[in-house]
């Protein structure tokens, strides 16, 4: 546990599985966890980190940046249409594109920004009502879509069903990719990320296999 033997389980696993040494970003998904623990990873000099809200990102990496240096932050939860902008403004990278609304604000904000955070596709690969994502069979008309409003796409997301092989789910995603011509895949988190690693990710989402559990989240 912890960010070197993470980092140094994905060397090993790239290394077997063929893959030049460093093409998988480690992204260290801060959400939740309590500030010292994000410092220590700051520390060790780590500076890509993810989050799963716009708010709570806002309300923690401001700081944390003028103290640290600047930090490559990734969106990696829902996107409400309405804080896109405030969204595109705090992160370099959003995981969670899923459905033509969205698409339309971000292309709209790129134009007058004259630049636009790098942007995933979701793909609820196992087809899951509860969940986000653009369905499989939507895939390749989605990016289509999304390339008619000259939207850059780095690439495509997912998060495999907890009761499912991931890598069944990491193999269907990275086909999509290819047929379609992006060649960023972000998978795998703390349970499955050498997996994804052998199956072609570029960027994986480890949280608490570096920072240690999340604090449950009040009910509301
Ligand atoms: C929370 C979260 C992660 C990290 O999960 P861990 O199991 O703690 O590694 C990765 N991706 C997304 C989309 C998440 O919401």
Redesign the pocket.
């Known amino acids: 546990m912890g960010l070197q033997d993470i980092q140094s389980r994905i060397a090993a696993e790239a290394s077997r599985a063929g893959r030049a040494p460093g093409s998988t970003k480690l992204?260290a998904?801060s959400?939740?966890q309590p500030l010292d623990r994000v410092e220590a990873v700051l520390e060790q000099g780590h500076r890509v980190f993810?989050e799963?809200r716009v708010q709570e990102a806002a309300g923690k990496w401001p700081d944390l940046q003028e103290r640290y240096g600047a930090v490559e932050l990734h969106l990696?939860?829902p996107l409400q249409t309405n804080k896109v902008k405030q969204a595109a403004e705090l992160f370099d990278v959003i995981?969670?594109l899923d459905r033509e609304k969205l698409a339309r604000k971000l292309a709209d904000l790129a134009q007058s920004r004259g630049e636009s955070p790098e942007i995933f596709v979701?793909v609820n690969t196992g087809e899951e009502p509860q969940k986000a994502g653009v369905l499989p069979e939507a895939v390749d008309p989605f990016i289509a879509a999304c390339r008619t409003m000259d939207l850059p796409l780095a690439g495509l997301?997912c998060?495999p069903p907890v009761d499912e092989e991931p890598a069944l789910h990491f193999a269907l995603l990275a086909k999509f990719a290819a047929r379609n011509g992006l060649s960023g895949l972000?998978m795998g988190?703390?349970?499955d990320?050498e997996r994804a690693v052998a199956l072609g990710a570029t960027h994986v989402?480890?949280?608490?296999?570096?920072?240690g559990?999340?604090a449950p989240v009040a009910a509301v």
């Open positions: 992204i998904v959400k939740v993810g799963n990696l939860g995981h969670s979701q997301m998060i972000s988190m703390s349970a990320f989402r480890v949280g608490s296999a570096i920072f559990a999340r």
